[in-house]
């Protein structure tokens, strides 16, 4: 008699609980505290958070369900060589922590992006906002569409249904709840993601005949691979891609996008910020190591029978819901658990996004025309844009059903525009002599030649031969092929999401590398997903500097001191002459604002946390 893999009452249970308190979380903070009635408590929390929770919330925004369904699938695939990436969770601590995180937090943003405006202008704001704002709304599409595939596949619910139901329940609670709702459902997500992840992994593991044998069958398998020292930037994933490029990558998450510097900027200090960081890097890592030891169960189980091969999944996104369900459709409520696991990575990166989404609108687009509004207006405002983005990522959901590769898609996504933010971000805080001219050109080349290698990627690969079908085996680790266990997959009408572009495969099995072949410009279509964020940050930062030396520096301009890192205003002790006379010009500016009138409100463009006394501070440093 065919088994079909269902979820029991038991496994309902569990995850319509998961679901019932987020969604009260996100009620008691619209009922309690300030009850979100102005915009510093619903886009910033007051700023009175602590780093534990904060740092919590990042871990799981960044853990999403795209990463919890395709980096064991990778390592299924290609072995373990991603984890490496975790060399770039630390190696991005200290820039991030000590050159970018300073700037933010002394200068007192809701949006990031006004750093922008007040470095250089504001047609380089609003260009930047925007771009953030369209990567911002492709992920979220492609976050929400991928845990309900993985719903889907194992338990038969409607497919369509489940992203409305996800989708109406994310943008609820953060819509009532404000950032503070975002921030403690995201802790309490990060329980549930960790739970599922070890659940699967001990029993995946006591399942094949324990860890010991998970290893022995994975070595002898190849899949045991840690440092490919291989500089060929065209290889998918090495040491050098991963360490190097991935660090670059999470550099442009951690310091040049707004949903994690809005929570920077949600804590009570800058001390409380890095030690935010600080926590941060460990618990990623954590996660990685479990996703990259499940993809070695993975593997251990199916050595001799590859699911896809055998027709029993349609993309390798299917993997570990079908392993799930293998080893814990006997354990009532265990499903149930790792449904929750995958979708409260997808709850916490979408709840973060709109009310990043919502700070960005209000304060870069809407907030210069609301001079006379009130405050209670405003934050309705605010309110209203985050349902607004709610329904825009539902709708994004079905775009991301007609994309294919959701996985490394989603990570290209972060590449082919974080990438130029962060050089943009970079060149501002790093180069005195940019100006307004060339941080506009630079960002556009920047974004321009992402773009072309990332589209040239994509064209590609579906433009390339396809590679030759496996050879089926004829029996399985712990059963045949022709094995009673019926899944209900056939009539699925999904697109490889991971076999043509996700992170987890290639177009083609193994590392793919063009090493053999003859280098030409198309070659750079093969460039590793990892190097896109690296590439167009150089490019932005040289070119910017490039057209601003070509257009007379800053000159002219009032520069302010705190919009320059710490790091380089230190370093600019070994210009005495050059810090002399900005310092000079500076303390000029400032006595004759006290001339004009000693009562007289701070420039608009200086917020009203600074006081004189920061200024002397600065010239103090210089």
Not at 71 to 78: G, I, K
Not at 104 to 122: A, I, P, V
Not at 541 to 560: E, Q
Request: glycine share 8%.
């Amino acid at each position: 008699m065919a088994v079909t893999p269902q979820f029991s009452v038991a496994d309902y249970a569990v995850f319509a609980i998961s679901l019932l308190i987020s969604a009260s979380i996100g009620l008691y903070y619209a009922l309690t505290g300030g009850k979100q009635r102005t915009t510093q408590e619903f886009l910033m929390a007051d700023r009175k958070m602590s780093a534990v929770p904060v740092a919590m919330s990042l871990m799981a925004s960044f853990c999403s369900a795209i990463a919890l369904l395709g980096q064991p699938a990778e390592v299924y695939r290609n072995g373990s060589e991603y984890w490496m990436l975790g060399f770039a969770y630390f190696l991005m601590l200290p820039p991030v922590a000590l050159l970018y995180l300073p700037v933010f937090y002394q200068l007192k943003l809701t949006s990031c992006y006004e750093y922008l405006e007040l470095r250089f202008s504001k047609p380089v704001r609003l260009v930047a906002t925007v771009m953030y704002n369209i990567q911002m709304v492709l992920y979220m599409g492609i976050v929400l569409y991928a845990p309900a595939l993985a719903l889907n596949a194992v338990t038969g619910v409607d497919l369509w249904g489940t992203v409305l139901a996800l989708g109406v329940i994310c943008t609820f609670y953060t819509t009532v709840g404000g950032m503070k709702a975002v921030i403690w459902t995201d802790t309490f997500q990060t329980v549930i993601i960790l739970a599922g992840q070890l659940a699967v992994l001990i029993q995946g593991s006591i399942d094949v005949g324990g860890f010991h044998k998970v290893w022995d069958i994975a070595t002898s398998g190849k899949k045991v691979e840690f440092f490919d020292l291989d500089p060929n930037p065209l290889t998918r994933h090495t040491f050098w891609t991963l360490s190097v490029g991935g660090t670059v990558m999470m550099m442009a998450l951690y310091a040049a996008n707004q949903a994690t510097v809005q929570r920077y900027l949600s804590v009570k200090s800058e001390r409380a910020a890095k030690v935010t960081l600080l926590v941060t890097a460990p618990t990623l890592l954590f996660t990685l190591v479990l996703s990259c030891l499940i993809g070695l169960v993975m593997y251990a189980r199916y050595a001799d029978c590859d699911p896809k091969a055998m027709g029993k999944i349609n993309s390798y996104d299917q993997l570990l819901p079908l392993f799930v369900m293998e080893i814990m459709r006997f354990l009532p409520g265990m499903p149930g658990l790792f449904v929750a696991c995958i979708f409260s990575g997808a709850l916490s990166t979408i709840s973060s996004s709109l009310n990043s989404l919502a700070a960005v609108t209000l304060e870069d687009v809407i907030r210069p025309f609301t001079k006379n509004m009130s405050e209670t207006k405003i934050t309705w405002i605010s309110k209203g844009l985050a349902m607004a983005y709610g329904v825009i990522c539902i709708a994004m959901a079905w775009v991301a059903s007609q994309m294919g590769g959701v996985l490394q898609a989603a990570l290209s996504v972060f590449g082919l525009v974080g990438g130029p933010l962060l050089g943009l971000f970079s060149l501002g805080m790093f180069c005195p002599c940019a100006n307004a001219i060339g941080a506009f050109v630079g960002l556009l080349s920047g974004l321009a030649v992402s773009l072309w290698i990332g589209i040239g990627a994509f064209v590609s690969r579906y433009t390339a031969p396809a590679p030759p079908a496996p050879e089926v085996p004829t029996s399985c680790y712990g059963y045949a092929s022709n094995s009673t266990v019926v899944w209900s997959l056939a009539n699925q009408t999904m697109q490889s999401t991971v076999s043509s572009l996700g992170i987890g495969t290639t177009a083609t099995p193994g590392n793919v590398t063009a090493g053999t072949e003859t280098l030409s410009v198309s070659s750079i279509y093969s460039l590793s997903y990892l190097w896109y964020s690296l590439v167009g940050a150089a490019v932005v930062i040289i070119i910017g500097l490039l057209v601003s030396v070509l257009t007379g520096c800053s000159r002219g301009k009032r520069l302010d001191p705190r919009t320059i890192s710490p790091v380089c205003r230190w370093m600019c002790r070994c210009l005495p002459e050059q810090v002399a006379m900005e310092t000079e010009r500076r303390a000029e500016e400032r006595l004759q604002l006290h001339d004009d009138d000693n009562n007289q409100e701070l420039p608009h463009d200086v917020p009203k946390e600074v006081s004189d006394s920061s200024f002397a501070e600065v010239e103090t440093t210089l």
